[in-house]
């Protein structure tokens, strides 16, 4: 990562770097960028557009993706640990394997997105769209999922130990094998149990 330009306002900062011949900083234009394997930790790609890019084993803990485009984007095994997906569009998005825990996802859009095997403990989904998300395997330990859509999700297998999915829509969701706790809190009636839902320990 190499430090080519440098802005500055009267409030803040804009930092602008190169990888691998990109531009990185806000509003950045990624279109089908191979950014595989770098690293961009905190970064900020506030409003960027990564439609398509390639980010699989990426390193991008702490990075600033707020109200960013990465539709269909490859984050397969990445790290975005402790990042700011706020409003983000994910639509198709690959997070297979990517460990997200402590990331920041409120009404961020994942629809169709593929999670499986994921780390999103203690991760904040709420009012996240995750219609047909694909959650298999995924660790959703203590993560808030405060009004997030699931529609048609798959939480096959998913842990949802303390989880808070207080007002979420599980409508022909997938909870089959999913783990859950007596810390887990369910939306209004939601029976558990009709699910498939198994329980575990709090330990």
Not at 64 to 83: C, E, F, H, I, P
Not at 148 to 156: K, P, S
Request: aromatic residues 6%; glycine residues 10%.
């Amino acid at each position: 990562m190499r430090l080519f330009w440098q802005g500055w306002w009267p409030a803040h900062s804009v930092v602008v770097v190169e990888v691998n011949g990109y531009e990185i900083g806000p509003k950045a234009r990624l279109t089908k960028a191979d950014l595989a394997g770098t690293d961009l930790a905190g970064v900020d790609l506030e409003r960027a557009v990564l439609v398509q890019a390639e980010l699989s084993e990426a390193s991008l803990p702490g990075v600033n993706l707020r109200q960013s485009d990465v539709r269909w984007a490859n984050l397969s095994r990445a790290d975005v640990s402790g990042a700011n997906l706020q409003r983000a569009h994910l639509t198709g998005a690959n997070l297979s394997g990517a460990d997200c825990h402590e990331s920041d996802f409120t009404e961020a859009s994942l629809h169709g997105a593929d999670l499986r095997n994921s780390n999103f403990q203690q991760s904040n989904l709420t009012g996240a769209y995750l219609v047909q998300t694909n959650f298999t395997g995924a660790s959703l330990r203590g993560a808030r999922l405060v009004d997030a859509c699931l529609w048609q999700a798959n939480l096959e297998e998913t842990d949802l130990s303390e989880a808070d999915l207080t007002g979420a829509s599980l409508w022909r969701a997938n909870l089959r094998g999913a783990i859950a706790t007596e810390g887990t809190v369910w939306p209004g009636s939601f029976d558990p149990a009709a699910a498939g839902v198994v329980q575990g320990s709090d330990d």
